[in-house]
């Protein structure tokens, strides 16, 4: 993943998938799983290049072996989901539930963690008599800014496999009520959020069709 850019983009993704093939041999899908984890966390930390993570995800979708599938996961009759509806199924569980957390709720979260080990950082250098201020506060809005970075990166990387056809209009539809919620008192992170996804889908979403919605 790492090595992956827009040039080679066809070779790159063929050793990928590969990879992920070796679900094939299990009942659980954790292999394509665990590559998707990975995906999807390069797509939302780096949102320049959430185009080209996209459209990884789109042959990933087109081309994952049918033979992959997750006992667990089953259609309304029974039978259990295979392939690259599989795929879409994890990459859209995955991108729900993070949006639906929000990066507000994430950035707090990642914040009391870096508090904590800040404090254990001060009481150690107390102990030692030398305590230090400043390492509280740096761990803590570094972990502020990285929620808030991968936050805008998801919605990025949401309205590029919405342009990719991965994702429903209507999705993209209840993504914009979501951030439109709160309309007397907005928070920062949902405007925020909302403008980065009117920039990157806003002009396909606009059609007479879709005028009473907007």
């Known amino acids: 993943l790492n090595k992956l850019t827009p040039e080679n983009i066809d070779s790159i993704s063929d050793q990928i998938i590969t990879y992920a093939n070796k679900s094939e041999h299990e009942k659980d899908g954790r292999t394509l799983i665990q590559v998707i984890r990975l995906v999807f966390e390069k ?21 994952i072996s049918p033979k992959v599938q997750d006992d667990g996961i089953k259609t ?11 795929f ?30 800040g404090e254990d950082q ?42 990719l056809q991965m994702l429903t209009e209507r999705i993209m539809h209840e993504c914009v009520k979501k951030l439109l919620g709160n309309v007397e008192n907005p928070e920062e992170e949902e405007i925020e959020s909302l ?4 920039t990157t889908v806003g002009q396909i979403l606009d059609t007479p069709k879709a005028r009473a919605h907007m």
């Open 43 to 63: 797509a939302t930390d780096e949102a320049a290049w959430s185009e080209m993570y996209a459209r990884l995800c789109r042959k990933m979708m087109e081309q």
């Open 76 to 86: 309304a009759d029974g039978r259990p989901i295979t392939g690259g509806h599989l």
């Open 122 to 163: 001060a009481a150690a250098k107390a102990a030692a008599g030398t305590a230090d201020e400043t390492a509280l506060y740096s761990d803590e809005y570094y972990a502020a800014q990285k929620a808030k970075r991968q936050g805008l990166g998801l919605i990025k990387f949401i309205g590029e496999l919405f342009k």
């Open 195 to 198: 403008c980065k996804l009117l």
């Open 88 to 117: 879409r199924k994890y990459l859209l569980n995955r991108c729900q539930e993070d949006f639906e957390r929000g990066w507000a709720s994430k950035e707090s979260t990642a914040a009391a963690a870096a508090s904590k080990a």
